[in-house]
């Protein structure tokens, strides 16, 4: 292995500092003006990064589990996005304070005068709904520093026991993972409006993460690998399985949403359809449609073709667009409860500018602390020698 | 147990054969008179064929009154074995397309099989509505074409997705099966010495020359194959989802039933294909071609699998409370406490614990108990199923239009004629044509192809 | 015996990198119509052989887009304009209804047509008499070796140069490969040939007629389409008159329907009667269709009496007499219902509603007929 540690540019996390400063000062001035709306792109940031840092995590795990070798010399890029983490779970703390004025079932005169919210408060009761929040986190916070541990002190030993432990963690992980990452969306999202319910709201969340933790990991590999950070043998048939990853989630994104409006639409009942007459009317109808394009259209078209999936400078484009569609599809889903319009102004950005903030200095710093590639691990050299 | 060598990659093939090894192995059921275990298995099957025969007959003199499906409950066991087949049929083209998509080597060995099982399994699938249409001889009407009656079929029906997307699905299966086995008929047309075999072959492999201009293209048209074939697999049992899901009856409606179905599907499957697996490899000496390591990964998908139909059932359960819609939660408790509760139980003892086993390595490479389990996820997936359509029907909006289910002879018979087809059709073809992808396993033996050095 | 033709100069090669150093060097000799048989596709060998990417994702992706766009047009005709139905209460075009036949459809066509398009254009099979059929070449790389072969088109094409070359990229079994002979004597009416093609046209003709116009009308049971029941206009054998519809009972009346308290009567007797719908337009519109269909072939479309039955049956008098104009509505509205004279009643083809409508219109065709200077005035 002839790899040697080249360090990020100093103005790299320098950037990352600005954007946190701004992101806040943005943050803190539209929670002085509209704290109701700062609250719901409070939630719409917490669901966005959450995407970001679990799904890079997962993205880990799968690389241990399903045996990959292909996605080792870059796997250190998911780690240092997962060690975000922590900072989802800081990003909740104003939330809890404004419950009221976010969830309807936390009114409990409305709820005595609902009997249906009535039966849902074994579950939705705050109480709950916080202990929840916190083992969620706790879980996921508890994995990362598992999976990231044993990395790293792979580093320095390159003994095979921490793949084959890691190996062991990532069973355990994926079941724990898909429960946390489907009760977190109907905490924070399905109860929003406490009397809809889909089941398949758990899983289409997942695919969002997946595909935005997939989608941040290829845009940083990709610019870290084009700028020479990690190593020289990456190259094309690396970022076609990137490409072809991304382009497959989309089509798995799009084929879960159809799947759920094709169900509701069919059967027609007024319950159900509410949700998505939320979403076809008073402006939202073209947030509705935009979405269809800029989460399913443009990635889709962008890497149909074999050559674009190993087109660096395409998957950076693209990465990009499903990041913000990414934020764009929390934004579907959680603001239409806000407001009966579609809107957008400076308080939709303020979160997005911090969560980019704090991913780029959280990045540095690891960066700054650990080797970019995964030098100890022994799938390493099979993954540098990848060819498809 | 040994630690893995994570620096090596499991070889596809054990015990380092050639190329012409390869071919002498796969090649042996062809060249050899069918042995007594194959007849005695063949003779079992036909006389499954036979008996169902009879039930089939029945049906088709006295029409479909003659199945247990009454008033409320008017899909039963055909619409059970119907999706029962369909899912088992995915496994084929999980393994043939998707895994190929992902470069899963380890598919080399079982592909073939596992597509021939896919095509034998949407057959005895499509048996079942075509039966239950009640006269048969009219389903031509299920297309549409410009008829007599000026009409067309009725294309927002997720009945008529059902034509479309069977049909497909086996239409595709059977190109994708069928170019694979191109390059392999030409390689036995050149070895054969029997004339008639020779003139088969050689009608079949269409004058195939392996030669790389052909590869090229050949190569490109199965990565297009593959990548029609996954979202296929994936709309067919999403398309059969919809037939239940699309309408208002509480525990059929719910939105999760896409995705649930096809991993259900994936699951029994793949339940099928190891059990199926497990006798080819010992019977025609494959054992270093279908290696315990791929049995190991099938157990490993199947783990997978079963955890996302067990998410499923969760997920659902959950739902139908946190809904609070009455008919929704009844629904689920009758699933669970009702007077199918036996076959609910069933249900998650086969589905959901018995793979947990697979936890376990010793297990997961033991030959007999994963057959034991795989049959266990069969009689388990097929009895999901059943808990789905028979309990919602039976009891669903009004008490006053209750009813039980009780099959018939008559359905067990048609049930007994598709599992006969199915083996009488496997056995058939594990004698007539190559159960291993000769040309993709020559290509996965170590030194198959040229080394990386100099770099790219 | 005369010489046979050259079809190429053949070496086969024992491992898949001597292959791939052998087509580098050829190509880089500089032949271009030379091939490389392999018993499986050798990475990177379209590289070494210098070959352009195959075309045919292109090709899936037309025809996929083509059978999108069929599918969708398809449906949408044939459920908005060829045979509307409301289903479900659902619109006509039910695009998200539509996804799941249009993606089918799609890949359907896609996947048959690529594949077609690979065996057929691109590979011109079926093609069982090539010439490297059938030779040991073709043997081996079917087996396990790797085999060139430069081809007699190729310009730089010279038998000993070619097996010279290929001896110093150490291949084996170096050869030429003849063309198969064409066969000279076939002749046109050769009796296999006759007998394939009689029988051929027999068995095609023969299960065309039987599909056509027996297969298609057999009914493997008919207990559903011929029960034991009495069908409408059969003979009965039960009820004693022989009919098997049944009269309704003496004095039934139909549902919404009240019975003319003057049938039978005097046109004095109605006077009472006025017109209940009112004097619109779109009545008099609905009058004007009935007229002319039930009325004016015999009073002609503007009530004049000219019939266009061509005196096969009595004229009747103009619509326009004084006496007809000075009728009420009443008696207009008896007369269509009672009949008079030779008129027979029009109480069963016209609903009560459109013979009051009628009455409308006649008014109106009479009103036409004799106007006053004053409707002149006012239609200004």
Redesign the interface.
Known sequence: MDYQKKELPKKFSMTGWALVASGIVIVVVSYLVNPMRASFNNVIALMFMTGISVGALVLVALEHLSGAVWSTPMRRVSEFLAASIPFVAVLAIPLLFNLQGLFQWTHLDVVKSDVNLQGKTPYLNTGFFIIRYVVFFAVLFLFYLIFTRNSYKQDDTKDQSYTSRNVKFSAGFMPVVAIVLSFLAIDWMMSLSPHWYSTIFGIYYITATLLAGLAATTFAAVSLSEKGYLHSSIGPDHYYSFGALLFGMTNFWAYIAFSQFMLIWYANIPEETTWFIMRWTGGWKYVSIAMIVIRFAIPYFGLLTARAKTDPKRLKIVSIIILAAHLFDMYWLVMPTYSDTALFSFFEIGFPVLITGILIVVFSFQAKKHNLIPIGDPKLQRGLDFHL | MT???????IPVVEGRP???QI?EIVSIPMDTRPGKIWKILITITSLMLLAGTVALGYT??Y?IGMWGNNNPVGWGFDIVNFVFWVGIGHAGTLISAILF?L?QRWRTGIARFAEAMTIFAVMCAGLFPALHTG?F?LDGYLF?YPNQN???V?????L??DV??V??YF??SL??WY?GLI?DL??L???TANKLKKSLY??FS????????????????YV??AG?????V??VH??VS?DF????IPGW???????YFVAGAVFSGFAMVQNVLIFVRQAFNLKHIITLNHLEKMNQVMI?VG?IVG??YA??FF?AW????DFEMFTFINRALGPYAWAYWIMISCNVLSPQFF?FKKLRRSIVFMFIIGVFVNIGMWFERFVIIVTSLSRDFLPSSWGMYTPTIYDFGVLIFSFGLFFTLILLFVKTLPVVSI??V??SIP??????KGG? | MEEKKIFSVAALFDTADEITRAAKETTAAGYTKYDVNTPYPVHGMEKAMNLKPSLLGIIAFVIGIGGVTFAVLFMSWASIIDYPLVIGGKPFFSWPAFVPVAFEVTVLSASVGTVVAMIALFFKFPHNSHALHETNYMKKVSADKFGINISVIDPLFDETKIKEFFAKLGGKDIETIYEEPFPKDIKMFDKRFIGVLVVTALVTSGATYLTLNKLLYMQPFSWMSEQNKGLPQSKSEVFPDGFTMRPPVEGTVARGFIPYEYKGMKDSAVINLSNPLPYSKEIIAVGKTRFDTYCSPCHGYFGKGDSRLHDQFPKPPTLHSDKVRNWVDGNIYHVITNGQNIMPSYEKQISRDDRWAIVHYIRVLQRSQNAKDSDFENSK
């Open positions: 630690a893995i060598d994570y620096t090596q990659e050639t190329a012409s071919e088709f003199y029409g998509l470069r006269r001889w549409p000026h009409l067309w009725n294309f927002t029906s997720p008529l997705w479309f997307a049909s497909t239409t595709v190109i994708f170019v390059p030409a390689s047309r050149d070895r050689s009608i269409l004058g195939w020359r392996h030669s790389t201009r052909h590869w090229q293209h050949y190569e490109k048209v297009i194959l029609f074939a996954t979202p296929l994936l709309s999403t398309i919809f899901a699309v309408s208002v409606h719910t939105t999760i039933f896409p995705p997978v955890m998410y499923a997920m659902e739902t946190y809904s609070g819609n936890w040309a993709e020559k290509a030194g198959a192809q040229p080394s990386h790219h």
